[in-house]
């Protein structure tokens, strides 16, 4: 059976190359800060202040509040701090993506490397400045609000479908973009969007029923949603909408992997 249609093809990268795919996300992450002062710190750093600005632009300047707290702003600090979270993975992956066989163009001419890994280093990668990112919520949570949901642990099963959907944007985009570049230069614009038409800032249920549809289109507004559900309502997420979700993201992962394998063939030449 042909790899792009085999149905452990996409766990390649841990069934056969498992040393190779951590040891390429190692070097992925402290490559991102290697000559920094403060290296790794950086990935706290950076969320805290980017957390500050919104909030500091949506909260007191714009005065957003969100349904059902009591207004303070550390309410509102907290909840746009997961919004942010779920954003900044996918964004993180959406607009790599493109780049992850162009910019390595060296690795496509050696036959023997099996470039199928490349999305999971890209995505692992995501997901460790997303931990890194959920470190910051707690501190700031429990040091501003002096609380932790008990629900708190179940925060990885409710991202876990967002990161299935995100390896399959990385195999799409990564063999699309070897052919079109101009996906590269549409992505950021796509991320940007899909921030300010998401729930990460806006609380959906404000808006007029008009408009609401489009939010909900948007994938990462549910997955923020439950996010909060589980970080800071301390509720259940609806597991049923999760199944769902994570199918539907299991047979795009699937799909975007064929289209690598069958693509992957002109690679070489094209680059």
Not at 219 to 237: C, S
Request: include cysteine; glycine fraction near 6%; aromatic fraction near 12%.
């Amino acid at each position: 059976m042909p790899a792009a249609f085999s149905l452990v093809g996409p766990l390649d990268a841990w069934l056969r190359h498992r040393s190779l795919t951590w040891e390429m996300t190692k070097r992925d992450v402290l490559g991102r800060y290697r000559g920094a002062n403060f290296g790794l710190l950086w990935s706290l750093i950076s969320p805290f202040f980017m957390l500050l600005i919104y909030t500091l632009a949506f909260g007191y300047l714009l005065k957003a509040r969100w349904p059902g707290t009591s207004g303070n702003m550390a309410d509102f600090a907290m909840l746009l701090s997961i919004g942010l979270i779920v954003h900044g993975f996918f964004a993180e992956c959406l607009t790599r993506a493109p780049m992850l066989i162009v910019a390595n163009a060296n690795l496509v001419k050696r036959i023997v490397f099996p470039l199928q890994v490349l999305p999971w280093t890209m995505v692992l990668s995501a997901l460790f400045h997303a931990l890194a990112n959920s470190l910051v919520y707690v501190v700031l949570n429990l040091a501003l609000r002096g609380e932790m949901v008990p629900t708190l642990p179940l925060l990885p099963l409710v991202l876990l479908p967002l990161l299935i959907a995100a390896l399959g944007v990385g195999w799409l985009l990564a063999a699309l973009s070897v052919f079109l570049r101009d996906i590269a230069q549409v992505t950021g614009v796509l991320a940007t969007a899909m921030l300010f038409l998401s729930s990460a800032i806006v609380p959906v249920e404000t808006l007029p029923e008009s408009y609401q549809w489009v939010f909900r289109l948007n994938p990462l507004t549910f997955i923020i949603d439950q996010a909060r559900e589980v970080a800071f309502w301390g509720r259940m997420p609806d597991w049923n909408g999760l199944v769902v979700f994570a199918a539907g993201a299991l047979v795009f992962a699937y799909l975007s992997y064929a289209v690598f394998q069958k693509l992957r063939r002109g690679f070489a030449d094209v680059l």
